[in-house]
C-alpha cells in the first residue's frame, strides 16, 4: 500500500532530492542514500594506484578531531573543521570558496558530515552546530534567512517542554527525501538524557513535518514493551539514532537504526524488551507512519547502540534477487534483512543468555544471534588469548579470571564484565562498503572492556547527600566521575584526559565552555546552571573549599547504580590486554553470508620494529569501494591512508598523513580527473592533532 501510494511522491522526490546516483561526484553523506561508501568511478585502479601522490592539502586553522565524510558537488567540496564551522572549496585545488561560522563561540562536538538540497537556483548546504539545524546557501555560505528563525531551527522543537537545557544535538548529517529532511539526534547517554524521537522537518520553511516517539506513548504500539510511565519518566531518555540512516528513494522508505535508553547500563525502571531501543526502523519518509522494526537488543544494558548507518545493496540468494538493509553492530555481527518485510534473509536464533543479579534488574532472557555471516570480531577468548607481550601477564590473568566473561553477561557491583568487543565496537559509526557484487567491506575492533558498577550514596528522604562535601565535588561525582574518574586521573588510553593538570594547560572559560557545550564526544551538560558549572571547575582546578552544601537533588532517584567508568583492558604498555589482532578489515559475501578474507588493520611500529608482524590497531571511519577493484581505507592510529585490492585484501598503496584520518574519505571527479580526500584531524586514541583535508590524485 505504501508504495503505490508514493508513486507521485518518488517521481516528485526524484527530480527534486539529491540522487547521487545522477551525479558523477559524491553528492551526499557516504557517498549515496544506500550509504554504500560505493563508487563508479575507474581512473585510480589497481595498475596506477601505486602513482598516486597528493595533490592539495586544505588547512582550516582549527586543529582537533575531524570525522567529516566532505560531500561533492558542482565542483564544490563542502565540509566541517574541528570547531563545526562550515566551508566549501573548489574541489580540484582544495582553495576556499567561503566559511560559515555561526557564532562567535565555537562547538567543539565532532560533526560527521552536511546535507545537500537544491531546486532549480536554490540550493542550500544544511548542517548542524549545537542544538540548532542551519540552513546556509551553497553557493555563498550565507544563511538562507526564510528557513526557520533567520536560518536556523532548534532540534528540541518537537521534543516538547521536559527537554529544555538538556543536552541535544547531531554528530550526522540529515537524510534528504524531496523538500524534507529527517535528523538524527545525539542525546546524553547519562540518566535524565532527552528522548531521541525522529524528526522531520521541512526543508524550505523549517517547519517540523512529522515526529515518531521512539519511546511510544499510551495507545501507540510498542508502548507494553515498558512500563506504563516509562515514556513521561524523566530517568528515562535516549532512544536515539545518533549514527545516521539510509533512505530507500524508490519505495520512499528511510531506514533508522537506533540506539539505548539511558541509562546505558540498568534497566530496572524500564522492565520490557522496550521499543524501539536498538532496533532497526522502517517508516515512511513522508509522513513518519511505522511500516516495521525488527530489534537487535532486546532491553539493552551494555550501550550496545546501533553504531553505523544501515546500508542498502541488492543480494542473489540461491538464485532470487532480494533488496536487502544490511545493519552491523557493536558486537560484530550482520543482520541482512528484506527491505520491504523487515524479516531476516538469513536464520536469526533467540538464544539464552544470563540473567541479572542487580536488584531490580531483569535482564532479557534471549538476544537474537545470526547463523550468517559469521562475526567480524571475537566475542570471547580464552585464557590463552591473553597477551604474551606483556610482563604482567600473571596480573592480567588474575584480571580475566576474575571477571565475568561472555556475550550480554549483566554488569554486577564491584566485580567486572568483560566486553568484548567493547564499548566501541566491533563495527563503529564509520560503517561499511559494499560493492555492486554484494560483498560488504568492514573494519573493526577488538579491544576488551572491563565495565563495573556501584551504589550511589544513600541520600535519605530528602534526595540530598548525607555526607558534607563540597557542592563542586558532588556535582563532579554525578557528571564526570564516570568517565574521569573519581581522582581526576582519567582514561587516556580510552579517550577519556586526565584533569589532574588541568590548570597548566587551560583557562577557566574554556573549562566552563566545555562543561556547558561538550567537546568531541562528550556531551555537555547544559541542564546545570552558571554557578554549578562553575563549582565544578573550582573543583577540578582544586580551588573549592570542602564546606557543607546544597547539593542539587539526584536527577534519577529510581536508578540505584553508578557506572563505574569506561575502562579498556590494557597491559602496562597500553596495548590491549589480549592477543592480536586489534584490528581487522574483512570482506563478507552478503550472497552466501560466507567470509571470504580477513586481515589486520593498522600497525603499531614499535612492535613490528620488534619482528612482531602487524596486530592491527584500535581505528574509526569507514571505507570506501571502487568499481576498478579498489578498497581506500584510513581509519587507524597510525596515521596511514591505504588502498586495496577488493578482491584479496593486499595493500596496493599507503600514504602517511599528517594525523589520523578518523573520518570515511570521498572520491569524486571533476574536469575529468578522480581525487580522494580524507579529513585528518587526529586527536582520538592518544595522537597528534590535525586540521587537513588531504587529496589524492594520479600524477599529471
Known amino acids: 500500500m505504501y508504495i503505490t501510494g508514493f508513486f507521485f511522491w518518488t517521481i516528485f522526490s526524484f527530480f527534486t532530492s539529491c540522487d547521487t546516483k545522477k551525479q558523477p561526484q559524491w553528492g551526499e553523506y557516504l557517498g549515496d542514500g544506500d550509504r554504500s561508501h560505493y563508487s563508479e568511478l ?53 582553495e576556499k570558496i567561503w566559511r560559515f561560522k555561526p557564532e562567535d563561540k565555537n562547538s567543539a562536538n565532532v560533526n560527521r558530515g552536511v ?20 540552513a546556509v546557501n551553497a553557493e555563498t555560505g550565507k544563511v538562507v534567512t526564510t528557513f526557520g528563525e533567520n536560518g536556523k531551527i532548534s532540534l528540541r522543537t518537537g521534543l516538547g517542554a521536559a527537554v529544555k537545557g538538556k543536552f541535544i544535538t547531531s554528530t550526522s548529517p540529515g537524510t534528504v527525501f524531496g523538500d524534507i529532511i529527517i535528523m538524527p539526534t545525539r542525546v546524553s547517554e547519562q540518566p535524565g538524557a532527552a528522548p531521541g524521537h525522529i524528526q522531520a522537518f521541512n526543508i524550505l520553511t523549517g517547519k517540523l513535518e512529522w515526529i515518531f516517539k521512539t519511546i511510544p506513548h499510551p495507545g501507540e504500539a510498542g508502548h507494553d514493551t515498558w512500563p506504563a510511565d516509562a515514556y513521561k519518566n524523566p530517568s528515562i531518555g535516549g532512544v536515539n539514532n545518533w549514527a545516521g540512516m539510509a533512505i530507500d528513494r524508490k519505495r520512499g522508505i528511510v531506514y533508522i537504526p537506533t540506539g539505548s535508553a539511558s541509562f546505558d547500563f540498568y534497566g530496572g525502571n524500564r522492565k520490557g524488551r522496550n521499543f524501539y531501543a536498538n532496533c532497526l526502523l522502517a517508516l515512511e519518509a513522508k509522513t513518519g507512519k511505522y511500516i516495521w522494526h525488527y530489534q537487535i537488543v532486546h532491553h539493552d544494558i551494555w550501550d550496545r547502540d546501533l553504531p553505523a548507518p544501515p546500508s542498502l545493496t541488492t543480494i542473489n540468494k540461491d538464485g532470487k534477487e532480494i533488496d536487502v538493509v544490511v545493519q552491523v553492530t557493536k558486537t560484530g555481527h550482520t543482520f541482512i534483512l528484506d527491505r520491504e518485510k523487515g524479516t531476516p534473509v538469513f536464520p536469526v536464533d533467540e538464544l539464552p543468555f544470563p ?55 549483566p554488569l554486577e557491583v564491584s566485580k567486572n564484565t568483560l566486553l568484548l568487543p567493547g564499548a566501541d565496537g566491533g563495527a563503529e559509526w564509520g560503517g561499511v562498503a559494499i560493492d555492486k557484487e554484494g560483498v560488504m567491506y568492514v573494519n573493526a575492533n577488538e579491544m576488551p572492556w572491563m565495565f563495573s558498577l556501584s551504589l550511589k550514596e544513600d541520600k535519605g528522604k530528602t534526595g540530598r ?17 564516570v568517565c574521569h574518574k573519581s581522582d581526576l586521573s582519567g582514561s ?14 587551560m583557562k577557566r572559560p574554556e573549562i566552563n565552555t566545555i562543561i556547558a557545550n561538550g567537546k568531541g ?65 574483512t570482506a563478507i559475501d552478503l550472497n552466501t553470508g560466507q567470509h571470504l578474507w580477513r586481515i589486520p588493520f593498522g600497525e603499531i611500529k614499535e612492535l ?45 598503496w599507503e600514504y602517511k598523513l599528517p594525523a589520523s584520518g578518523f573520518a570515511t574519505p570521498s572520491t569524486y571527479q571533476v574536469n575529468g580527473k578522480q581525487y580522494i580526500v580524507i579529513a585528518c584531524g587526529g586527536t582520538k586514541l592518544g595522537t597528534s592533532k590535525g586540521d587537513s583535508y588531504v587529496a589524492f590524485a594520479l600524477p599529471e
Request: hydrophobic share 35%; glycine share 8%.
Open 355 to 409: 540473567t541479572s543479579g542487580l536488584s531490580g534488574e531483569k535482564a532479557w532472557a534471549t538476544q537474537p544471534i545470526p547463523r550468517l555471516p559469521l562475526p567480524f570480531a571475537r566475542q570471547n577468548i580464552t585464557e590463552d588469548e591473553i597477551t604474551h607481550f606483556s610482563n604482567k601477564r600473571d596480573s592480567l590473568l588474575a584480571l580475566y579470571r576474575n571477571a565475568n566473561k561472555g556475550l550480554y553477561h
Open 608 to 652: 613490528t620494529d620488534k619482528g612482531i608482524a602487524p596486530t592491527g590497531t584500535e581505528n574509526y571511519g569507514g571505507p570506501v569501494v571502487t568499481a576498478s577493484g579498489l578498497l581506500f581505507i584510513a581509519a587507524t592510529k597510525d596515521n596511514k591512508f591505504r588502498a586495496y585490492d577488493k578482491k584479496t585484501g593486499k595493500l596496493l
Open 521 to 585: 564526544m562528550m556531551a555537555g551538560f547544559s541542564n546545570l546552571n552558571k554557578r554549578e558549572r562553575q563549582s565544578i571547575v573550582d573543583y577540578i582546578l582544586g580551588e573549592e573549599k570542602e564546606e557543607a552544601a546544597e547539593i542539587k537533588p539526584d536527577e534519577a532517584p529510581d536508578v540505584p547504580y553508578r557506572f563505574n567508568g569506561y575502562n579498556k583492558f590494557l597491559d602496562e604498555n597500553g596495548y590491549p590486554a589480549i592477543t592480536p589482532p586489534w584490528g581487522t578489515l
Open 465 to 481: 547527600s548525607k555526607q558534607v562535601v563540597s557542592t563542586g565535588r558532588a556535582l563532579y561525582a554525578n557528571f564526570c566521575q
Open 115 to 134: 546535507a545537500y538540497w537544491g531546486k532549480g537556483e536554490d540550493k542550500r548546504i544544511l548542517y548542524v552546530f549545537k542544538n540548532w539545524l542551519y
Open 42 to 94: 575507474t581512473q585510480i585502479n589497481s595498475s596506477n594506484v601505486a602513482t598516486l601522490q597528493k595533490s592539495w592539502e586544505f588547512r582550516t586553522g582549527e586543529e582537533g578531531q575531524v570525522q567529516c565524510n566532505p560531500i561533492i558537488i558542482e565542483g564544490k567540496l563542502y565540509g566541517v573543521t574541528a570547531f563545526n564551522n562550515l566551508f566549501a572549496l573548489n574541489a580540484a585545488t582544495g
Open 492 to 505: 587516556p588510553q580510552s579517550g577519556f584526559p586526565a584533569l589532574l593538570n588541568l590548570k597548566k594547560t
